[in-house]
């Protein structure tokens, strides 16, 4: 089954084979003849059912979490009024020049009426709003890694499309980029500071606590808005267009501090955020546990190559039945 080559391929002895056969120059690559000629062993129908129901359940899990996270969403943008909010379509707009003075910008895109729209519809909500500056605590103070000591790094390739923390690097204080500078702690919110992956953004938890980040992220908490609030709100359109809007720059284009902290949010009634909170919670936890079940998947193909396979069926079911 393909789920089970999958498995095999991701685990210890499937990675070994893909290393063996890699070709190396300037950047490691793999060729369609040296594929063939990986050893791939022949898994019994019965592992192999077992691993494919490990898979799928897997993603259903996280089909789930996409889902939930979806209703957060859509529970934030109900209760400040963007469920349906489109911008209204004008090409041509026109703004004076004291505008692009005060403004500091003589870009059009800057101008477009769209993010005025969007400013407004904010401002409308009954809640009340404030500028992100005075919502939030913003951690830029650099902090310098100890050369011998070991650091959980964390950069934009790390950030899932759910505001999750997929995965990170570890390395001793000397073998990390100049950028890991950025000391998280849970319940921070990570905020790509990058124009082109501004969605990336996520929330820390524990298992990322006291990790370090790259400079390219704004790093948040907030007392008055609750880190799962604060995380969908700015992957969302009230906060994307924003980000987007703030964004300035020639080499590499980006939004700074002082635009972050002007970047417009509501002031989200307690409730709601009661119910976001609850909502991104459930959609973490089915991730985490999609990500078990795949791992499991792993494992079982590893015991069954290290032993045998019914010992592999039984430890995997074993691990899968209370999923």
Known sequence: MPTALVAYLNCKFGRAEIEKHLMVSNQANFSPAKF????VPRLGQALQVNVDLAFWEAFCKIRASKQIYGQAQ?????EVGLSDWQPQRQLPFVKSFSDSWQAGRMDAEYFQPKYAEIVDAIMGYAGGWD???NLVNLKDKNFTPADNTEYQYIELANIGGNGEVTDCMTEQGQGLPTRARRKVETGDVIVS???GSLSSIALISDEYDQALCSTGFHVVNSESLNSETLLVLLKSIAGQMQLKQGCSGTILTAINKDAFNQV???KVAPETQTQIRQLVTESAALRRESKRLLECAKRA???AIESDEPT????LEGETATS
Do not use: K, Q
Not at 36 to 39: A, C, G, K, S, W
């Open 36 to 39: 063939r000629e990986i050893l």
């Open 74 to 78: 859509e529970t934030l943008l109900s």
């Open 131 to 133: 500028t992100l500056g």
């Open 193 to 195: 500071s990058i124009e």
């Open 264 to 266: 417009v949010l509501p």
């Open 301 to 303: 193909v590893e015991i």
């Open 312 to 315: 592999a069926i039984a430890w």
